[in-house]
Each structure stands twice: as structure tokens, then as C-alpha cells.
């Protein structure tokens, strides 16, 4: 009989030993939950049904035996004769009619976990019991009380119930993530880009397009494998790429493919990008004059907005922006600083020049390195300040006056000339003249006016430079005998080949590190070419890695005077056919100090006759 129906019927008259029957059932619910908890769902439900089934049969059975007609009326919901029924089904109360009770209750609660019911508050329904009061019927009591226990796991079971259920949507959402994921790597490997065919003038057209398409080629070459149009080679692509690059940024086709092929693809992007952008602004406080935090206070109590360069230099500030002109402020006009590229600091600081040394700045102008020497001296030894250029002498001797250097020689000589002119420095400074590409920023006519016949004509400049920066350098000096090369260009036939060159044309030189702890290695191959191991102690420096001027240093350190000059193509010996054993010589060269001083006493001299006349 149904728990609904069973209410609706009125309460029967009390039976005898009902309060057993009660404790009986409740330990018969326990121990049917145990045994539910122990079977399986389904094996439980199927050996449920069967024993209802069986039961009912012997119910129906015994029934027709004993009561006939009116048991079956009961069981037909006959309630004309409701009181004499139940009076007679009450010795109905042996195991197996127990056990029949229980039976169908717990297939009916067996039920539920097959079928569950919707959770709380879904569509205004929170349970069975509001059902119950809608449609006017109350529970019973004691049927309430028969099912305590019941109600107690039920509530664990949901809670199981819930968390299996959020894990299984947590498991649903995981797979729906990666089946998105790999139809998004299906079709990106099903997307293959299309290198554009037709005429040159249409193809560049549109900037838009052109700079679309260069993020597009860059994206394929760095996914070739599964991105490549099968019909095209990398070439293809890298040769499209070149052009585009070369019209977008404003360079030659030529400097735009010796630039790219110094990086990666996606570095050399960012390179050209860099090189559309303006360096900081730095300045460099003469420390002969202040101190640079006290030149940092005047400056900023003028509206000047800095802070240091950097870990890397003590003397260096970088102006962020500024409400007077920083080149004509009084600090600036009394030599307390000079404005100089950051990168200018680095030849200087990989010389380290020491007081009382005799130092060689071949190519000078306009002083940011001579005076950064002097100040590194405390304006003791002697400075020699020689440029090619006479026009350019203006700017480096105003300099040199402006920041108050003292032990500075200006002379305008060919490079090449020395050690001729003089030699047996100490140190020597080379900042060679190049093709600029590390300063595009600055000088944009780079883009289109250096040809290949640059790079061949600009470095075999800077080689006879350096072999004359080095025979220059006298090996038996107490504190130096140091060497430093260094360029504004990038380019590796200005950098490392001249340097490889200068091993292979001096073996009475080595490269040494330069002193600075930041910047990239310099090259030991390139593209087929090969240089000496060594060459990884120079250092690169470019302007989207360091946001400085790209810029090369190497360091030379001079170990003896003596060298093979058969080695040297410049030898005269090999043309006139002489045996080449009588081609080793030995260059010693000094300074001649009794002569100097001659020259130190006249102009003393001078200046004596020059005060006296005041």
C-alpha cells in the first residue's frame, strides 16, 4: 500500500505490541541501509524488485486460503468494511510480513536514488512534504518518526551526490577546454599563409598592409614547419620580408638585408623599431668641476626631471625631461657637465686610464672621451687629443676649456701617421670612424646612403688604424700597454673582422675583457666566416636590448714590441723579392725626455713673458 494512499485512509484503531513493531522496523531500516551501502545500486535494485515480486505472490496466495474475498477487497482499496479488515490483517505481524513492509519502503527510497528528485528550490518546490500540504494531505507522526534514520543518511548521500556531480561538470568543462584547444591547433595548422604575387608598386601601396603583412611573414618563419606555404622556400619568405622591411622603415634593400641577418627574425623587428625611436638623453658630470649628486640637486631645483644612468657609471645622469634648455643652463656653461651618449661612456671606461699616464685619443672630436679621460686623471699625465678632421678641432678644443682640462694636447694629424708623429703611450684610445649604423636614431640619412662599397672601403680604413693604435702602445709600460677598439656600427665586417684581422697581423697582442659587465659577446662565426676564439671578450651593445647606441668595444692588451712584420701585406721586402728571414725587425719606441723638456722650458717661458706683460 502507498504512503499517500495510506493517509488518506482515517487512522486505524491501535493495535497491540505496536510500540515493538516501531523498534522493530527502525532496526530493520538500519540494517537495510548497511546492506544498501554495501551493494551495488544496481545489483541492489534488481534483488529488490525480485523479492517484492515473490512476496506478493505469497501474500496473494495465503491471502486466497485464509481471508478469500475479503483480504482481496483490502487490497482493491474496498473501505466499506475498513474496521473488520484491519482487525483481521493484525496477525499479520510474522518476519515475513516485516519484512514485506520493509521491503517496499526501501524500494521506494531505492527508487528515489535511482530517480532523484529535483534539488531544493527548483521551480518553488522544496520538498515532498510541500507537495503534500498543497494538495491538503498531512503527514503522519508516526510515520515521520519510523523514518528518522532514513532521513539522516539520506542527507550524507547528497551531499556524495552533489560532489560527484560538481567534479563530473569540472570533468565535462576540462574536456570541452581541450577540444577547443586542439580544434584551435587544427586549424591554425590548416592555416597557411600565402606569400602575395604582382607588381612591386601595388604590393606596397597601403602601409597598413605592408606592416600587416610583416608581422604575418615574421609569425610564419618563426612556425615554418606548419605555417610554410609548401610551393615556397624560406628564402621566398625571408627575401618577401626583406622588401617590405626595407619600404616600411625607409632603408636600401642592401642595409636592410646586412642589418637583418645580424639577429633572429622576431629580434630584428624590434631592432628596426628601435632604430624609429630616439635614445635618452644623458649627461656626464665633469667631476674635475662637482660631484654629480650635487650637480643632481642644482639641476633639479632648476625643473629638471633625472636619475643615474645606471648602476654601470658613477658620473652618469639621464634627463627625462626639463623646463629650462639643458644645453645652456649655468651649471652647463661652467663646465659642470657636457651632454654625451651613454654609449660613449663604455671605450673610456674599458681603457681605465690611471694617473700619470700618457694616453692617445686618435680620433677625438668633439671631446666627450679626451675630457672623460682627463677627469679618469684627475688632470695629471698628458692627453693627446688628435682628429683628422681640422674643422672639428673647434668643437673639441672649446670642450677641453669649457671643463677645465689641463693635461690636453690638440693635434690634427692623419691616424695613420702615428707612431711617426709620436708613440710609446700608454694607452690608446681608437674610436675609429665607421658607417654609423648604431646611431640610425640620430642620423636617419644612414637608411639610404651607405652602399656595399662603404663596407668595403670604411673597414680597410679602420684596419690600418688599429695596427697603428698598436704599434703606438709601448709594450714595456709599468701600468698599460692597453689598446681599445671600438665603433657606433653594428655591422660585423667594421667589428670583429677588423679585430681578427689586428690578431692575426700583430701576434704580439691579445684581447683581454674589457671591464664591462653587460653586453652581448661578439661574434666567433658569422655567416661562413670564422674569428679567433677570443673575440667573445668583446662586447656588443644595441639600442632595443641596452636602449643606448649600438656600439662595439674590444680590448687589447700589448705584450711585447717586437713583432713578425712578414706577416704584414704591406711589407716592401716580398716585392722586391728579398729572402723573407731577413723580414723580422724589433720597434722600440720612446719618448725622448730630454728633448721634451727643451720644448717644456720654452713654453714656460712664455707664459712667463705673457704674465709679465699683464
Keep these: ?95 515475513e510480513d516485516e519484512e514485506l513492509l520493509d521491503d517496499e519502503f526501501d524500494l521506494g527510497e531505492d527508487a528515489a536514488d535511482i530517480f532523484p528528485k529535483a534539488d531544493t528550490n527548483f521551480l518553488g518546490s522544496d520538498s515532498e512534504q510541500e507537495v503534500d500540504e498543497e494538495e491538503g494531505d498531512d503527514e503522519d507522526m508516526s510515520d515521520d518518526d519510523d523514518h528518522i534514520g532514513e532521513f539522516e543518511g539520506l542527507d550524507e548521500r547528497k551531499s556524495r551526490k552533489i560532489e560527484a556531480r560538481k567534479a563530473r561538470i569540472a570533468a565535462e568543462a576540462e574536456a570541452e577546454l581541450m577540444d577547443a584547444a586542439m580544434q584551435t591547433n587544427i586549424a591554425e595548422e590548416g592555416e597557411r599563409f600565402q606569400l602575395p604575387e604582382g607588381e612591386e608598386d601595388v604590393l606596397t601601396a597601403d602601409v597598413t598592409l605592408v606592416n600587416q603583412r610583416i608581422q604575418e611573414i615574421v609569425n610564419v618563419l618563426n612556425n615554418f614547419k606548419t605555417m610554410r606555404d609548401p610551393s615556397k622556400s624560406r628564402q621566398d619568405y625571408i627575401d618577401r620580408l626583406i622588401k617590405d622591411i626595407a619600404y616600411y622603415y625607409g632603408y636600401s634593400e642592401f642595409l636592410a638585408e646586412k642589418l637583418f641577418n645580424l639577429f633572429s627574425v622576431s629580434e630584428a623587428i624590434e631592432f628596426f623599431e628601435a632604430n624609429e625611436v630616439p635614445r635618452p638623453v644623458t649627461i656626464r658630470t665633469n667631476t674635475l668641476r662637482t660631484r654629480r649628486r650635487d650637480l643632481a640637486q642644482a639641476l633639479i631645483s632648476r625643473g629638471v626631471n633625472l636619475d643615474p644612468i645606471g648602476k654601470w657609471s658613477k658620473v652618469g645622469l639621464q634627463v627625462f625631461d626639463s623646463q629650462v634648455p639643458i644645453g645652456a643652463t649655468p651649471e652647463y656653461l661652467s663646465g659642470h657637465y657636457i651632454l654625451q651618449a651613454a654609449s660613449s661612456f663604455l671605450p673610456v671606461m674599458a681603457l681605465a686610464p690611471q694617473e700619470n699616464e700618457r694616453v692617445l685619443d686618435m680620433a677625438s672630436a668633439p671631446g666627450g672621451k679626451t675630457t672623460y679621460i682627463a677627469a679618469l686623471q684627475k688632470n695629471t699625465g698628458m692627453v693627446f687629443a688628435n682628429d683628422f678632421n681640422k674643422d672639428r678641432l673647434k668643437s673639441l678644443t672649446a670642450n677641453i676649456h669649457r671643463l677645465g682640462v689641463k693635461n690636453a694636447v690638440v693635434c690634427n694629424y692623419d691616424g695613420r701617421e702615428f707612431p711617426k708623429v709620436i708613440g710609446g703611450f700608454d694607452r690608446v684610445l681608437l674610436d675609429a670612424p665607421c658607417s654609423g649604423t648604431g646611431v640610425i636614431s640620430k642620423d636617419a640619412s644612414v637608411k639610404l646612403n651607405k652602399t656595399e662599397k662603404d663596407f668595403i672601403d670604411i673597414p680597410f680604413l679602420q684596419k690600418q688604424l688599429i695596427l697603428s693604435a698598436i704599434d703606438s702602445v709601448d709594450a714595456k709600460s709599468k701600468t698599460g700597454a692597453y689598446i681599445v677598439y671600438s665603433t657606433c656600427s653594428v655591422i660585423v665586417e667594421e667589428n670583429e673582422a677588423v679585430v681578427n684581422y689586428a690578431l692575426k697581423k700583430r701576434p704580439n697582442v691579445k684581447l683581454v675583457k674589457t671591464g664591462l659587465d653587460f653586453g652581448r659577446e661578439g661574434f666567433t662565426s658569422f655567416r661562413g666566416q670564422s674569428f679567433h676564439p677570443s673575440v667573445k671578450l668583446t662586447r656588443r651593445f644595441y639600442p632595443h636590448v641596452h636602449n643606448m647606441d649600438g656600439f662595439y668595444v674590444a680590448k687589447f692588451k700589448k705584450l711585447s714590441n717586437k713583432f713578425d712584420s712578414s706577416k704584414d701585406g704591406e711589407s716592401s721586402n716580398k716585392k722586391q723579392g728579398k729572402d723573407s728571414k731577413n723580414d723580422k725587425q724589433e720597434e722600440e719606441i720612446k719618448f725622448d725626455d730630454e728633448e721634451d723638456a727643451k720644448y717644456i722650458e720654452e713654453s714656460k717661458s712664455k707664459q712667463r713673458k705673457k704674465k709679465s706683460r699683464k
Design 1 to 95: 500500500m502507498g504512503r499517500r494512499q495510506r493517509n488518506k485512509q482515517g487512522p486505524p484503531a491501535a493495535l497491540d505490541g505496536s510500540p515493538k513493531r516501531q523498534q522493530k522496523n527502525g532496526a530493520k531500516n538500519k540494517k537495510n541501509d548497511k546492506r544498501k551501502r554495501d551493494q551495488p545500486d544496481s545489483d541492489l535494485a534488481a534483488t529488490k524488485k525480485q523479492k517484492v515480486v515473490q512476496k506478493k505472490k505469497e501474500i496473494i496466495e495465503e491471502s486466497e486460503e485464509d481471508s478469500g474475498p475479503e483480504f482481496l477487497g483490502e487490497l482493491n482499496g474496498d473501505a466499506s468494511d475498513g474496521d473488520d479488515l484491519w482487525d483481521n490483517a493484525e496477525p499479520a505481524t510474522d518476519d
